[in-house]
């Protein structure tokens, strides 16, 4: 009972304090407000001192910067440099698989080699670890990108051994089609159509082991192609799993669900 009373007159009490504050600030908004314009003070104040000079005179970033980048010292002279020189590389270069890949990319920064070629000459990365750098077999790389397996081709050897730098051709057409596409070579190894060759699948044409990107190969376009193994009434080995052509998976191609390098259901 004791213990009621108390209660009561407690929030009886407080009721009453709030009533007699209505309509004035409280105390704690008046100091979160001082805080507020000293915290605000404070930043302008900073900001005119930290502020670079120059910051803001042709857009939101330090004018000076500009100069300050352009007084570093050069250090890449450029393939059209190396030209003048070394024409027989460039040319030879330029027509190759490398194409695309700078000389300074594998010769380093080299203008105090152009302009005193006897003051500096470029190394020139003859060991066998610097190719795999982008030749590697790596999973990410782009299909078709060329890759080797490391500890099987050609161990120890340095790769310039057998292939030109500045025209890296294999010294003859790669046989395989596992030399190019290695991770679906290496997927459909371990998959129940590990026993098709890909040309089961895929016409390859000879060309396309020496201009991949010219003459590609076909591919499968219709629920049929499948059909020729897996239909009920398909004229195949008997062990291949069967499918009725009329109600599985209609309406889509057989490869939106199976993966055709590795058709395992999960
Ligand atoms: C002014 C002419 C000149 C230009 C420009 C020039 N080089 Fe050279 N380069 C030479 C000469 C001369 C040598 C031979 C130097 C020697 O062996 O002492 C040489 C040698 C080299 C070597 C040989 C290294 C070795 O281990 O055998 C490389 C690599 C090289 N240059 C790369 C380049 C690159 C990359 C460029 C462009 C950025 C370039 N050069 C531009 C004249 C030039
Ligand atoms: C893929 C990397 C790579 C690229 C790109 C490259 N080089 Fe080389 N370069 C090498 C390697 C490796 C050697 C050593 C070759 C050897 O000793 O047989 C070399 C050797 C040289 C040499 C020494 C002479 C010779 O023929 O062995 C010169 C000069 C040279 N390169 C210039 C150039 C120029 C100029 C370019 C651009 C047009 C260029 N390189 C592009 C890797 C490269
Ligand atoms: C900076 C990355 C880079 C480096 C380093 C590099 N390559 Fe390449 N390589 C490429 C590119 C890009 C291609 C062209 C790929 C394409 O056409 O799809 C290529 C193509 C090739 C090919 C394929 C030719 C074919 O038949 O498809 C061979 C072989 C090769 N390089 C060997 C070498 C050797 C040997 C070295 C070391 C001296 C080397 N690469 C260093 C990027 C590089
Ligand atoms: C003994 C000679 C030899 C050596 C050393 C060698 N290769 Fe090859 N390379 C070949 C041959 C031959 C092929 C053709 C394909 C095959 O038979 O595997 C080839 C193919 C390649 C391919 C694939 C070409 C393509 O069209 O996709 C690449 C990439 C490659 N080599 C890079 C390298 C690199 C990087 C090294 C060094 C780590 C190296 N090779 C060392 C002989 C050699
Ligand atoms: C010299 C390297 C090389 C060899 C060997 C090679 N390919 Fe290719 N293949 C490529 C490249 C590069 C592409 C283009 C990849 C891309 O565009 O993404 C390609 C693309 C393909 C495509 C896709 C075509 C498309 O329209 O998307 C198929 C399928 C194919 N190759 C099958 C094969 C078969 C089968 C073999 C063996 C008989 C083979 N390749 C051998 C390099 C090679
Ligand atoms: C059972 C038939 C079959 C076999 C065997 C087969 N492929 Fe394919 N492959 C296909 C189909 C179907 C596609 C089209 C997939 C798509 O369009 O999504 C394809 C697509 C590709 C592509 C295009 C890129 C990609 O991944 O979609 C390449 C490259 C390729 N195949 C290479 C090969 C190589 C190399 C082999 C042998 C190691 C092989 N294929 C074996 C059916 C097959
Ligand atoms: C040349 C005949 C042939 C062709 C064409 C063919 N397959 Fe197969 N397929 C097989 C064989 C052989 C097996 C494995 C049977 C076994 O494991 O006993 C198989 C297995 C399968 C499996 C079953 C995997 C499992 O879990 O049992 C699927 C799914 C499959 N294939 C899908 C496809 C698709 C999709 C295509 C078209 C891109 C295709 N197949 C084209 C011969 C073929
Ligand atoms: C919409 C997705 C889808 C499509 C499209 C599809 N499948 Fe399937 N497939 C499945 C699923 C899920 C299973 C496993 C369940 C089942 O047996 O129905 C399967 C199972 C299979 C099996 C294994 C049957 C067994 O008895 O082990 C084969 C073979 C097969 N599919 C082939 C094909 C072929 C060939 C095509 C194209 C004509 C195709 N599938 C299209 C989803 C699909």
Request: glycine share 4%; charged share 20%.
């Amino acid at each position: 009972m004791k213990y009621k009373g108390k209660l009561f007159r407690a929030s009886k009490e407080a009721t009453g304090d709030l009533n007699a504050k209505v309509g004035k600030i409280p105390q704690q908004l008046k100091s979160l407000f001082v805080l507020f314009l000293v915290l605000i003070s404070l930043f302008f104040l900073l900001r005119h001192f930290f502020t670079p000079d120059t910051f803001g005179k042709y857009g939101h970033y330090r004018a000076a910067a500009i100069d300050s980048i352009m007084s570093q010292p050069l250090r890449y002279a450029g393939a059209q440099l190396c030209m003048e020189c070394h024409d027989d590389i460039y040319a030879l270069k330029i027509e190759s698989y490398h194409r695309d890949v700078s000389c300074e990319g594998c010769h380093g920064p080299a203008i105090a080699h152009t302009e005193d070629p006897s003051e500096f000459v470029p190394p020139a990365p003859r060991e066998r670890g610097y190719c795999p750098l982008c030749h590697e077999y790596n999973p990410s790389r782009p299909t078709g990108f060329p890759q080797i397996d490391l500890t099987s081709h050609n161990p120890p050897k340095p790769c310039i051994d057998c292939h030109d730098p500045h025209d890296p051709k294999p010294p003859h057409t790669p046989e395989q089609c596992s030399a190019c596409h290695a991770e679906i070579y290496r997927t459909k190894a371990v998959s129940h159509h590990a026993p098709l060759l890909c040309t089961r699948c895929h016409e390859a044409p000879e060309a396309h082991k020496d201009q991949p990107r010219m003459h590609l190969p076909s591919k499968p376009t219709s629920r049929t192609f499948c059909g020729e193994c897996h239909a009920m009434e398909a004229d195949s080995p008997k062990d291949i799993p069967r499918i009725m052509m009329s109600d599985h998976g209609i309406g889509y191609v057989c490869w939106q669900c199976h993966y055709p390098h590795y058709p395992e259901v999960r």
